[in-house]
């Protein structure tokens, strides 16, 4: 676990973000009280797309493909 202050945070956040990319925890404080913890998000899991999963949600009008008469 590694503790920074507030108004430190600017300057090193590229540092402080690969770290807890790494694993490691960050601790931001305001004069040396815990604010905020600064760790890795987890990947959220890519939804699988179910063709045919709108059907009957919208309805295509005959002759939509059609020139337009201009």
């Given at each position: 676990?590694?503790?920074v202050?507030?108004?430190?945070v ?33 990947p ?27």
């Open positions: 676990m590694h503790e202050e507030l108004k430190n600017r300057d090193q956040l590229d540092q402080l973000v690969a770290e807890a990319m790494g694993g490691q925890e960050v601790i931001i404080t305001r004069d040396h009280r815990p604010l905020v913890r600064l760790v890795a998000a987890e959220q899991p890519r939804r699988q797309r179910r063709f045919g999963s709108a059907r009957g949600m919208f309805e295509i009008k005959e002759g939509f493909d059609q020139p337009l008469g201009c």
